[in-house]
Structures are given as structure tokens and as C-alpha cells.
């Protein structure tokens, strides 16, 4: 039978050629090893993992690391511990996130470590971290070679220390509050966009891709991981709890500069940059002053130029993508960079 994908290596047998159906297949093969793996049975800490992982969110993270090994020919199969791995590396890092922040929801319901206790949480959320590297190696015994494991392992650790770096370097521009823009993209690219970046270059590592087509993978990964960011950043004025999964007030509550905020202060001028600051700073309501700072970044065109920055890094993605070859997995990945684009809209 016809493989899902054109490339000869790849065989998942019966041929899935509507995008979409493609996209809830890979899904359903990462969501059906993560709910294997982390069933909710037996000791505690298995239970609060399965909680964080399970129903996933949209485990867009695992499917950029199965298009991208796709994207340079590889047997799908082979890496599905690995997109598992990525999605439990995601996780981990909002579990710690929610107790730095104080965040009580996370994909609307309580976050973990409002329904277990943080101490409890902190324990999942390192559990996690180390499956991760477990699930890399979980790929040699499905017949990757153990150099590409090795490879992957190293990317997925070097972008584990730049998320770190960039939680600290977050920490640090909220508690200076340090409205410049090139720190904050730079804290961006770092904090969010490295596991974007570990999940592309790690599925085209695995998947045996030369040397160039991973830098390019990787490239892909951190421009889009940037432009997811910044969109997240836009919720906040642009939607709802619900839609944010959750609370709308996070980033008041914890005084986290994000980049419309920072753009309506450069392009409000000083008037704008004093009353934005005074609302960000005060003590007030939460949703008051969201009401407030809202009203402002939308009049100052600070949501404007958040969404026309978030555009730049998805077009430029896509763009990246150009050297590697013609194929399902590579024009997914082009799509998934154009819907970035568009719901920056």
C-alpha cells in the first residue's frame, strides 16, 4: 500500500492524504504513548503526571518533530518516543512555569500544582524532564542509531539550558523592569523558542537528515517558536480566559513586559510609556488595570506591531524551509508556519 508520506522509507501503511486527517493520525500516535507510558496507575507521582499530560493539549510540539523527520525522508515510526518525549518536556516546563507564576489554571482546569501542591508538582514536573532523555533513548531500541540519539540528546539538552537561561532572564527583566525590546526577544528566543528549535532539529537528527537540512529544521523551530510567543503575548488583548486557558490577568499580576506592551511604550511615546507603566506597577484590580493597559497598547498600535513582528518570524520559517526537498512533511511544516501568520491576524 501507499505510505502516508511520498518518501519510500517512510511506511505507515494505508495512504492518509488530507492534511488534517494526517495531522489527527501523528496525534493519536503520540496521545495513545503518553496515556501507555503514563497510565495514572500505581504510585502518586505517576497519577499527577498523567493529570499534566493527559488529554494533551494540541501536541504541536511532537508533530513539528514528526514532520521534520519526515521532512528528510525518515521512518515516522522510529521517532514516535521522541514526539512523546517533547510533549512531556513542554509539559514540564508549564508545571514549573504555573508555580513561578502563581498560576492556578492551565488549559482550563487547575494547574498542577493547585491540584496536588506545589511540592508534589515540582516532583512531576522533574519526573518529566527526565522521561524526555528517556524517550530519546527509547528510539535506539526501535533501530535508530545510537549516534543520532546521541546527536538528538545533545540538541534537546543544549535548548533545556537556554530555556533556563531565558526563565532567568525573564525573572530579571520583570524584577528591573526593563522595557527594551531586543532583551525581550532575545529572552524569547531563549525561553519559548528553544523547545520549538529541540523538537525540529532533534526529528530531523533522528531521522538521519544531512547536516544542513537540521540547521535548517532547527532555524524553522526558533523562528516559529518566536511567532507562537508573540501571539501569546497578544491574547491578553485579545481574547479570553477561556480561549488562554488561563487566567487573562497573568501577565499583570506578575508585571511581565511582553512585546505589545513594550512597542506601545516606544511607539506612544513618553505620555503613553508613563501611563502604561503607572497601570502596570500599581496595585490595583488586575482586570481593571488589564482594562486600562489594554485601551492604551491597542491606541498606542502596540497590538498592531506585535502582530506585524509575529508575521516576520512565520513568513521568515517558511522561508528557511526552502532547501529541503518537495514533500508532505515539508509542505505541513510550511502550513503550520502560514497558520502562525494567520492567527497573528
Given amino acids: 500500500m501507499e505510505s502516508i508520506y511520498s518518501t519510500g522509507k517512510q511506511d505507515f501503511g494505508t495512504a492518509i492524504l488530507d492534511r488534517s486527517d494526517r495531522i489527527e493520525y501523528l496525534v493519536s500516535l503520540v496521545g495513545s504513548h503518553l496515556e501507555s507510558t503514563w497510565n495514572g496507575k500505581g504510585v502518586p507521582l505517576e497519577r499527577i503526571c498523567h493529570y499534566a499530560l493527559v488529554p494533551g493539549g494540541k501536541l504541536f510540539r511532537p508533530l513539528l518533530l514528526l514532520e521534520s523527520a519526515g521532512a528528510v525522508g525518515a521512518n515516522i515510526a522510529l521517532v514516535v518516543p521522541a514526539a512523546a518525549g517533547a510533549e512531556a518536556g513542554h509539559v514540564a ?9 502563581g498560576d492556578t489554571m492551565r488549559r482550563g482546569r487547575p494547574s498542577v500544582h493547585a491540584a496536588f501542591g506545589r511540592d508534589d508538582a515540582i516532583v512531576a514536573g522533574d519526573a518529566l524532564i527526565f522521561y524526555l532523555f528517556a524517550a530519546l533513548a527509547e528510539c535506539g531500541e526501535r533501530g535508530v542509531p545510537d549516534d543520532r540519539v546521541a546527536q538528538a ?5 543544549a535548548a533545556g539550558i537556554d530555556l533556563c537561561r531565558g526563565q532567568s532572564m525573564e525573572a530579571q527583566l520583570c524584577a528591573g523592569y526593563v522595557c527594551d525590546v531586543p532583551s525581550y526577544l532575545e529572552m524569547i528566543r531563549l525561553k519559548t523558542s528553544a523547545l520549538f528549535r529541540a523538537a525540529c532539529a532533534s526529528g530531523a537528527i533522528l531521522g538521519g537528515g544531512p547536516a544542513e537540512w537540521c540547521a535548517a529544521l532547527g532555524s524553522y523551530g526558533e523562528l516559529l517558536g518566536s511567532a507562537f510567543q508573540i501571539h501569546d503575548d497578544l491574547l491578553a488583548y485579545t481574547s479570553d480566559g477561556d480561549a488562554m486557558g488561563k487566567a487573562v490577568t497573568s501577565d499583570i499580576t506578575n508585571q511581565r513586559l511582553t512585546l505589545p506592551f513594550l512597542l506601545a511604550r516606544e511607539l506612544g511615546g513618553e505620555p503613553v510609556a508613563n501611563e502604561l507603566d503607572r497601570h502596570m506597577r ?33 513568513i521568515r520559517a517558511v522561508e528557511v524551509l526552502d532547501v529541503l526537498p518537495e514533500s508532505p512533511s515539508k509542505e505541513t511544516l510550511s502550513y503550520f508556519a502560514q497558520a502562525a501568520v494567520n492567527r497573528c491576524g
Fill in 93 to 101: 516546563s508549564l508545571i514549573h512555569d504555573d508555580i513561578i507564576d
Fill in 153 to 157: 540528546m545533545a540538541a534537546v539538552a
Fill in 282 to 314: 500599581d496595585s490595583g484590580d488586575p482586570a481593571e488595570r488589564l482594562a486600562a493597559v489594554s485601551a492604551l497598547v491597542r491606541e498606542a498600535g502596540g497590538v498592531a506591531a506585535a502582530t506585524d513582528a509575529a508575521r516576520g518570524y512565520a
